[in-house]
């Protein structure tokens, strides 16, 4: 099983990280690398919703469906891959949020087992996923402590 953690401090009120973060619908906006993000159905705090990739330089994009439970009270979110689950055999994501004195602390987990026909094992994959969280988590706390609006 493969899992990775990573967190970042950002300069704003829980509240509106929280928000601004689970505005799914904007996400294109909010991280570089979406092109589109599309809510697919919404059922309380269940929200069923579709990512798609930039194309990269070969014209080549990634698409998935993912199901995220948003729970405000606790501050905390939980997510799986839906479809299509390559490269992965399962894969839960957990985004935990903490407030602090002038800061939100936003924490990142990521517990997935990669897929047997998938090239790159468990650790190939925790580090690409280490090494492309840092950069979505630097665009998003970047844009939030610009005044990011929905």
């Known amino acids: 099983m493969g899992h990775t953690e990573n967190q970042i401090l950002i300069r704003a009120d829980i509240n509106v990280v929280f928000d601004i973060t689970n505005a799914i619908e904007h996400w294109h906006e909010l991280f570089s690398e979406y092109k589109t ?3 697919i159905k ?3 705090n269940r929200v069923v919703f579709k990512l798609e990739t930039h194309p990269d330089e070969t014209g080549h ?3 998935w469906i993912s199901e995220r ?7 905390r979110c939980t ?3 839906l479809e299509p689950r390559f490269p992965f055999e399962s894969m839960h994501i957990t985004w935990e949020y903490e407030k ?3 800061t939100t602390l936003l924490t990142w987990i990521q517990d997935f087992k990669v897929d047997r026909t998938c090239p790159w094992d468990d650790k ?6 280490n090494h492309n969280s840092k950069i979505q988590m630097e665009v998003i706390r ?5 005044g990011f609006k929905l």
Request: net charge positive.
């Open 42 to 44: 919404r059922d309380g």
């Open 124 to 129: 190939k994959m925790e580090d690409y996923i």
């Open 142 to 146: 970047d844009k939030i402590e610009r």
């Open 100 to 102: 602090r004195e002038t």
């Open 37 to 39: 993000s599309t809510v």
């Open 61 to 63: 994009f990634h698409s």
């Open 69 to 75: 439970i948003i729970d405000k009270k606790h501050f």
């Open 79 to 81: 997510a799986v891959r």
